[in-house]
């Protein structure tokens, strides 16, 4: 999963990464509405953080250009306290939840996870297909109550495949939603991943559809 955090205040900019970081996302930050527009227009996020009161473009106007084009990335908005009115209009704009200044981390990142279980349709925290259950609140996964030991990259790939169950998902996405911008993407080494991947899961839980991708089998 990837996440876009839109933030002008550095500090803050630093710790929303590192958080959502820790949780295993990976993260692109923009410092001004601009840049932060431009990259939600051209990369394929899970999630965004978007703080309303941006130099360049105010947040409310990123997102409004964003839906007017379109865009249905689940975006979750940062409003100052006592501004009801930025609320109003970030909701109105097409927020889909929104925080006030100053919040706590762990509320942010559960509410990152319902706004990307709900975009996906899944309504629990817990995603499951067949053996397999991703707790979204502890980033663990486990087949058959047991759980497995993944390294960061294996997490990522089966995460987004778990949160696609049995679609068909191309190893250019793949790699889109498992890499940082500032990332040297290379989607032969999703191929890897996925070999490592199956070493760890029952046989035949994540299938290979000839020139188009992976899916994991919901059927098993
Ligand atoms: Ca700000």
Redo the contacts with the bound molecule.
Sequence with gaps: MRILVV???LTLAAQLAEGIKSVGYVVDVAHNGVDGHFMGETEPYDAVVL?I??PQMDGITVLKKWRAAGRTLPVLILTARDTWREKVAGIDAGADDYLTKPFHMEELLARLRALIRRAGGHASTELVCGPLTLDTRSSRVSVDGTALTLTSHEYRVLAYLMHHPGEIVSRAELSEHIYAQDFDRDSNTVEVFIARLRKKLPPGLIETVRGLGYRLNKAQ
């Design positions: 933030e002008d205040e703080d009161g941006l």
